[in-house]
């Protein structure tokens, strides 16, 4: 069964310090893949894509992630995080041609001030 | 423009009992989703609908859960009856012809 898995359940990070979620998903094909975030009392929201082209996709408010394909990842990066990035993080995959997108679990981010 | 419309925000049950939830995707949206989230877990998708067509329902439990896309808009989604299992955040979302999807705030089903 297709799969998206996520390294890190919870990470504490102090401001200014550099983030690296990692996320894996399993094999299946051409996919699209996909970071949402989920800000306190807020709704899931986009923070960016990869559809095709560059690997290296940017997103709001500074994030990044790169698409490997030999290593079946789309790891999200930040150089310098703040204390307003404190939010809950999921990675997700939609395989072209099918129709179901999968998340990951999800990753809750705790930036201390 | 407006986002995707839920109600209720907040349910409480107790088991065996029914309940539904509605959803108003963003005008325009062809595609809508139904995800159940339970805590500490990513979205499960439930169903999806392009107009008003299933084109997933593969981890619906339908022996219990219905979803309904009347007239290509807004949606339904009803429990009935409900388990403690169930209790969870049931999400909705649209797109437009694309994989990006917008999400709604929510419903927190609780069962007793």
């Known amino acids: 069964a297709q799969s998206v898995s996520q390294h890190n359940h919870h990470v504490i990070l102090s401001e200014a310090a550099s983030l690296e979620l990692g996320c894996n998903y399993s094999y299946g094909g051409t996919v699209n893949l996909f970071w949402y975030v989920q800000y306190p009392g807020q709704h899931l929201q986009l923070l960016l894509k990869y559809f095709s082209g560059d690997p290296l996709v940017k997103g709001i408010k500074g994030f990044e992630a790169e698409f490997i394909k030999s290593k079946f990842s789309f790891n999200l990066r930040k150089p310098s995080v703040q204390w307003s990035d404190t939010a809950e993080y999921f990675c997700?995959?939609?395989?072209?041609?099918?129709?179901?997108?999968?998340f990951g679990a999800g990753t809750r981010l705790f930036v201390k001030a | 423009e407006a986002g995707v419309a839920q109600s209720p925000r907040y349910k409480i049950i107790e088991k065996r009992q029914s309940v539904a939830f509605w959803c108003n995707p963003i005008?325009?949206?062809?595609?809508l989703y139904w995800y159940q989230q339970i805590l500490g877990q990513g979205p499960k998708l439930l169903i999806q609908?392009?107009?008003?067509?299933?084109?997933?329902d593969s981890q619906l439990p339908k022996d219990r859960f219905s979803a309904e896309r009347l007239k290509g808009v807004d949606s339904t989604l009803k429990i009935q009856p409900a388990k403690l299992e169930d209790s969870a955040v049931y999400l909705c979302a649209s797109s437009n012809q694309g994989y990006e999807q917008y999400f709604g705030p929510g419903t927190r089903l609780t069962v007793t």
């Open positions: 997700a995959v939609s395989y072209t041609g099918g129709f179901k997108t999968i």
């Open positions: 609908f392009q107009n008003n067509g299933v084109v997933d």
């Open positions: 005008s325009g949206h062809a595609t």
